[in-house]
């Protein structure tokens, strides 16, 4: 089993910068993709980010290509997701998942088999 603990959410302003953090417990991260998803009110959970096992791949939705990043530390069992210039459409709420079970898309919720229970991003204008 893996528990997952998102930490880093909050409230910041349009253009502003926002790190997340996902910390696991029970086994450790190493070997395993990670990843990002966030849910807004009254929409469907939306792919984010995700790294590989290595660290050297990285996918990102078309959304926030380009401003956000993600990145692991194994040592640490924790991946992050940096946001930079974020945008009102931001707001959600983040989720982190581990260990894909390639049974479906990188981006498909249903492909991930651990979730956290999610942390608040709020951005004000």
């Known amino acids: 089993q893996t528990q997952l603990v998102e930490s880093g959410g909050g409230l910041v302003q349009a253009g502003g910068s926002l790190r997340l953090s996902c910390t696991a417990s029970g086994r450790t991260v190493s070997g395993r993709s990670m990843g990002w998803f966030r849910q807004a009110p009254g929409k469907e959970r939306e792919f984010v980010a995700a790294?590989?096992?290595?660290?050297?791949?990285?996918n990102y939705g078309v959304s926030v290509k380009d401003r956000f990043t993600i990145s692991r530390d194994d040592a640490k069992n924790t991946s992050y997701l940096q946001m930079d210039h974020v945008k009102l459409e931001d707001t959600a709420v983040y989720y982190c998942?581990?260990?894909?079970?390639?049974?479906?898309?990188?981006?498909?919720?249903?492909?991930?088999?651990?979730w956290g229970r999610g942390t608040q991003v709020s951005v004000s204008s």
């Open positions: 998942a581990a260990e894909r079970m390639i049974i479906a898309s990188i981006e498909a919720p249903s492909e991930w088999r651990y």
């Open positions: 790294i590989d096992w290595s660290g050297r791949t990285t």
